[in-house]
């Protein structure tokens, strides 16, 4: 009987599942999909000669998470690339925002559109140098994060604390006005917020804009050398060095409970897999409360809540093979990893709210990701591996477009919305669709089918607005991976710190199970490691 049964091998499984192994748990992860990973995977599905991820990409908050760096994933053989530029959002007449490696790279090219913005970009780099660290720490952990709350509180008071704390809670399109003259430094902090669900009139999407701004300054937008899943194999090699097996084609479909405790867990095969201290669920939250879990054992004031859980927007994804590279207008956006694609902060304001009354987007904002640019080893030399995502509705009420789509995503409302994107990235690279040799087209439900976490194409288990945030996560409460069921631990994105590749919400969890089961009230020996890694700091200069 293994101690720990974890459903789910995502990044949030596979960590929490190490980190049990590494004190000497035996721990089975049992896995839906033919393949580890969830969203961390990749394939050479579009074209033989290319290799895509067919989810997530690039990886700040990996770079930045004490719980994957305490992991040491590079004695498992993983690398990581990195573009000459972190970050382009290009203009339609040439001129391109730019996230460099350095601070004063970054200044200079923000100098270029409004004397005085590169002063304004160090001093928010200089509020992160001063922060940063701790700020992730307290991220990083169940609440309330007592260790590294404190040590916050004692940086915040000689970093200004309310005012940092209003920048926090800001709309990014004022953080970027009172912060920024010109155009470039309003985009960066803008195009970042737009990674999740924040329209630039949200509050606390300055917060999150000047977050992965300052994360991409700091540690870059990193990818894996040789694709995405060679983070999930580092976490499975990992893994089963230790001891701990991953089992796939292992569908759970009921999570057992006898005396009010979590014992096993029960497969779509009809095999029975007893848990002798705990069961850790990388699942969303509303497959855990709605399908794993008999409601006889969830109070009606916990379903209540699970009844306002809001899920982030659906996401529409294209791959591409090119048989040459982006021929973008505004040339020195060939040399970053990604690639904002909008019509400025009002185009950002119009692609969201278009998407928050149920549009799908006639000029979608476009992620775009240069693979090869960020990891030679992607395609062959001369050619470039890439993507784009979008957001569009859950529920379509209208199409902004031309194409009358209505969200049924068959295979013509895929083919036009793919066209759609692919116009949007020719405006700013005349001549793109003529390099594509191949595509691959992830609409919603496809990327559901992938990865049951991602209902209807959400890739952040839940919304990242405030009100979903901190210790309302997944609903009002502690922000805690305890379930009300004893020996259950919720360790998926839809648990505090939410979305993003860092292994935070899966180490919450086995952090949680251990302390449950550790008679002598000591640290664990994962625990320990971690506090130690957690003292290290990183900086904007990259130190």
């Known amino acids: 009987m293994p101690d720990a049964v974890v459903i789910g091998a995502g990044p949030n499984g596979l960590v929490a599942a190490n980190l049990l192994a590494d004190d000497g748990w035996t721990v089975e992860v049992l896995e839906a999909q033919p393949e580890p990973g969830g969203a961390v995977r990749s394939d050479r599905g579009v074209h033989p000669d290319y290799v895509n991820d067919l989810c997530s990409s690039f990886y700040p908050l990996a770079a930045a998470s004490p719980v994957l760096s305490a992991l040491r994933l590079e004695e498992e053989g993983l ?185 096993a867990v029960r497969t779509a095969g009809g095999e029975t897999v007893p848990a002798g201290r705990a069961v850790l669920a990388d699942v969303s939250v509303p497959a855990l409360y709605g399908e794993l879990v008999d409601a006889r054992y969830v109070p009606g004031r916990a379903l209540a809540d699970l009844r306002r859980f809001q899920w982030d927007f659906a996401t529409f994804k294209v791959d591409w093979a090119l048989d040459g590279k982006v021929p973008w207008t505004a040339g020195e956006a060939a040399t970053a990893g990604t690639v904002h694609l909008a019509d400025g902060v009002d185009g950002l304001t119009r692609f969201a709210a278009q998407l928050y009354t149920g549009q799908v987007p006639d000029r979608p904002f476009a992620l775009f990701g240069q693979m090869t640019t960020a990891d030679p080893t992607r395609s062959p030399a001369g050619t470039e591996s890439a993507w784009a995502y979008t957001h569009v509705p859950h529920r379509v009420r209208g199409d902004a477009g031309a194409d009358g789509l209505t969200g049924e995503w068959h295979d013509g409302e895929q083919e036009a919305m793919a066209d759609r994107m692919e116009n949007q990235v020719e405006r700013y690279a005349p001549g793109f669709r003529s390099r594509i040799r191949a595509r691959r087209i992830l609409a919603p439900p496809t990327l559901e089918a992938m990865n049951a976490n991602l209902h209807g194409g959400a890739i952040n288990g839940g919304t990242t607005a405030i009100h979903q945030q901190l210790v309302f996560r997944p609903t ?26 860092h292994g935070a919400p899966g180490a919450n969890a086995a952090h949680a199970a251990l302390r449950t089961w550790s008679a002598s009230g000591v640290l664990s020996r994962t625990q320990r490691v971690l506090a130690r890694r957690d003292r290290r700091g990183f900086r904007t200069d990259g130190s």
């Open 79 to 263: 690398r990581w690339s990195h573009a000459p530029r972190v970050l382009a959002h290009p203009l339609r007449d040439g001129r391109c925002a730019l996230l460099e490696r350095r601070v004063e790279d970054t200044a200079r090219a923000l100098d270029g559109f409004a004397a005085g913005d590169g002063a304004a970009w160090r001093d928010l780099c200089d509020v992160w140098d001063r922060v940063g660290h701790d700020l992730i720490s307290a991220l990083f952990t169940p609440f309330p994060p007592v260790r590294a709350g404190a040590r916050l509180l004692a940086r915040l008071r000689g970093a200004g604390g309310l005012r940092l704390a209003r920048t926090m809670l800001l709309p990014v399109r004022r953080l970027g006005e009172e912060e920024f003259r010109g155009e470039a430094g309003r985009l960066l902090l803008a195009g970042n917020a737009l990674h999740a669900d924040l329209a630039p009139e949200a509050a606390g999407s300055g917060g999150f804009g000047w977050l992965m701004s300052m994360l991409g300054q700091s540690v870059g937008f990193p990818v894996p050398a040789g694709g995405a899943r060679a983070l999930t194999d580092a976490l499975v090699r990992r893994l089963e060095r230790r001891g701990g097996a991953v089992r796939c084609n292992e569908r759970v479909v009921e999570v057992v409970v006898r005396g009010g405790r979590a014992v």
């Open 476 to 501: 009002p409460g502690t922000g805690r991976p305890e379930t009300p069921v004893k020996g259950l631990y919720l360790a998926s994105a839809g648990a505090h710190p939410g979305g993003g590749v």
